[in-house]
Nanobody
Framework: VQLVESGGGMVQPGGSLRLSCAAS????????MSWYRQAPGKERELVAG???????NYVDSVKGRFTISRDNAKNTVYLEMNSLKPEDTAVYYC?????????WGQGTQVTVSS
């Protein structure tokens, strides 16, 4: 099982990034997919999730700015991040979960700074 995140980097406030998480080794379409983030000295928090049917949910702080989507044909989940703020700075992790298992990626750093 592998989850490989990409797309992180440094961006100025107000900028945009698109994170990708490529999955392999399990039946991607059968898993709920989520993006979490962890800032220095803080707990890991759920940012956005997307169900197997495409239903989405977001933490209040990113609603209207972030969009999660999935492409089951490519075994990939995305996080489109717009209007980025310094407080969005964190390591972003991809998670795959079903009733029996939970898998994590290695994380990708997002830094929002002028």
């Amino acid at each position: 099982v592998q989850l490989v995140e990409s797309g992180g980097g440094m961006v100025q406030p107000g900028g945009s990034l698109r994170l990708s998480c490529a999955a392999s080794g399990f039946t991607f379409s059968g898993y709920h997919m989520s993006w979490y983030r962890q800032a220095p000295g803080k707990e890991r928090e759920l940012v956005a999730g997307i169900s197997t049917s495409g239903r989405t949910n977001y933490v209040d702080s990113v609603k209207g700015r972030f969009t999660i989507s999935r492409d089951n044909a490519k075994n990939t989940v995305y996080l489109e991040m717009n209007s980025l703020k310094p407080e969005d700075t964190a390591v972003y992790y991809c998670n795959a979960q079903d009733m029996w298992a939970s898998y994590w990626g290695q994380g990708t750093q997002v830094t929002v700074s002028s």
